[in-house]
């Protein structure tokens, strides 16, 4: 069973930023953030495979958020620039079982993520 944990969330004002940190006890190729704000659905935020290096990202966060991860690693960043209200969420770090690489059709797909850690919030305040 692989161990997922996050840290760095917190309280920002509007225009802040802040830095995301996920650490699993295992190598997962295929890992990624979700978010989940009240009364809505989780979403996928962002996503990188710890081989090639590709990234892929939610249309709402694109040119704000920054994954990153060193090849090979279990370790993994979400660097969060330029934050909203919007972005107010419950924020997960997600890793896969299978050992392919995020691929773009699914990467979103949060069935797909066998392991998940306990969330760390963000809040985002004007």
């Known amino acids: 069973q692989v161990q997922v944990a996050e840290s760095g969330g917190g309280s920002v004002q509007t225009g802040g930023s802040l830095r995301l940190s996920c650490k699993a006890s295992?190598?997962?190729?295929?890992m990624g953030w979700f978010r989940q704000a009240p009364g809505k659905e989780r979403e996928g935020v962002a996503a990188?495979?710890?081989?090639?290096?590709?990234?892929y990202y939610a249309d709402s966060v694109k040119g704000r958020f920054i994954i990153s991860r060193e090849s090979g690693k279990s370790t993994m960043d979400l660097q969060l620039n330029d934050l909203n209200a919007e972005d107010t969420a419950m924020y997960y770090c997600?890793?896969?079982?299978?050992?392919?690489?995020?691929?773009?059709?699914?990467?979103?797909?949060?069935?797909?993520?066998?392991?998940w850690g306990q969330g760390t919030q963000v809040t985002v305040s004007s």
């Open positions: 997600a890793a896969r079982a299978s050992t392919g690489n995020c691929v773009s059709f699914d990467w979103k797909n949060a069935d797909a993520y066998g392991y």
């Open positions: 990188i495979s710890g081989r090639s290096g590709r990234t």
């Open positions: 295992e190598f997962s190729n295929c």
